[in-house]
């Protein structure tokens, strides 16, 4: 028999200021995994480094949408920054549609994969060490 995965997963997930439908959308496919569960640490609208830091801090795995760089490129480089500082795993995201990611988000990303559920939902648990 397998075992079940019941733990929840804490994500912090890259956001900007404003909402937006590529978010919506990574958030619709975490929740329609009936596997996977997870609680998002980001606060949408506090982006103060020490706001960012405290949220990040809670976080297991940073998840990076890429795609959201071209929107608000300061603020995402920000929590990129603030991701490698505190050391947490990073998933990368391609942006929706696209194969590729600027080549500085592959360099520290633990996992890099495009927007199919099962895909994200392994590659969080690749970079947390859960599975191989």
Same mark, same amino acid.
């Given at each position: 028999?397998?075992?079940?995965?019941?733990?929840?997963?804490?994500?912090?997930?890259?956001?900007?200021?404003?909402?937006?439908?590529?978010?919506?959308?990574?958030?619709?496919?975490?929740?329609?995994?009936?596997?996977?569960?997870?609680?998002?640490?980001?606060?949408?609208?506090?982006?103060?480094?020490?706001?960012?830091?405290?949220?990040?801090? !809670?976080?297991? @795995? &940073? %998840?990076?949408?890429? +795609?959201?760089?071209?929107?608000?490129?300061? $603020?995402?480089?920000?929590?990129? /920054?603030?991701?490698?500082?505190?050391? !947490?795993?990073? @998933? &990368? %995201?391609?942006?929706? +549609?696209?194969?590729?990611?600027?080549?500085? $988000?592959?360099?520290?990303?633990? /996992?890099?994969?495009?927007?199919?559920?099962?895909?994200? @939902?392994?590659?969080?648990?690749?970079?947390?060490?859960?599975?191989?």
């Amino acid at each position: 028999m397998f075992e079940e995965d019941t733990r929840e997963y804490k994500l912090f997930i890259s956001h900007i200021n404003q909402d937006d439908p590529e978010q919506d959308l990574f958030i619709t496919k975490l929740n329609a995994s009936y596997d996977f569960q997870w609680t998002d640490c980001a606060v949408r609208g506090e982006i103060s480094n020490t706001n960012l830091n405290e949220q990040m801090e !809670k976080a297991d @795995v &940073v %998840i990076i949408l890429s +795609g959201l760089l071209s929107k608000d490129q300061s $603020l995402m480089k920000n929590q990129i /920054e603030m991701a490698v500082k505190l050391k !947490k795993p990073i @998933v &990368v %995201i391609r942006p929706y +549609g696209m194969e590729n990611v600027p080549h500085h $988000l592959e360099e520290i990303a633990g /996992e890099v994969v495009g927007w199919n559920t099962p895909c994200i @939902v392994d590659a969080i648990r690749e970079v947390m060490g859960i599975i191989e």
